[in-house]
């Protein structure tokens, strides 16, 4: 709940400066000034492209939790067994065991978006962010694909 509370934080603080930003820019798109006018359509550009942005990973968040709560329902999410160090780095063998593990179950239901989601979380423990995001987008297109998006 906690890194809930944080992200939310920082949401508002990326909309604080945006709003910032936006207001800028409108104030500069007023000046009777080329190059004023030039930042001020550079600096609007930024924050609708900011905007574009931090709409698309609020949504993937809401979609990831949304499948999460799916598969908590059914006894499926899957659960964090690995050992971390001190630091908080996964052991490695048992992060590699995880993933072998995982990973044969989606080869096995390729068309199955839970199987997809439990991969994605073992590429995370594996520290692979990149393609943990890409593996539950596409547990993500899956569900809403099967028309089960509530």
């Known amino acids: 709940m906690s890194s809930k509370i944080w992200t939310w934080v920082m949401i508002v603080l990326v909309a604080i400066v945006m709003t910032g930003a936006l207001v800028s820019a409108v104030r500069f798109l007023r000046v009777d000034d080329g190059v004023a006018r030039a930042l001020g359509a550079g600096t609007l550009l930024l924050v609708c492209l900011g905007a574009w942005f931090m709409y698309h990973a609020i949504s993937f968040g809401i979609r990831t939790e ?9 006894g499926g999410l899957p659960e ?5 160090s001190p630091a908080g780095r996964p052991n490695r063998e048992q992060a590699d065991e995880q993933f072998a593990r ?7 239901a390729p068309e199955d978006w839970r199987s997809w989601y439990r991969l994605a979380y073992a590429y995370d423990v594996a520290g692979d962010r990149a393609r943990a995001r890409q593996t ?5 297109d ?3 694909a099967a028309g089960t998006e509530s």
């Open 66 to 74: 949304r499948l999460g709560r799916i598969l908590e329902q059914e």
């Open 80 to 84: 964090d067994t690995v050992e971390r």
């Open 102 to 108: 995982y990973k044969a179950e989606a080869e096995a």
């Open 136 to 140: 539950m987008k596409k547990a993500i």
């Open 142 to 144: 899956m569900h809403r």
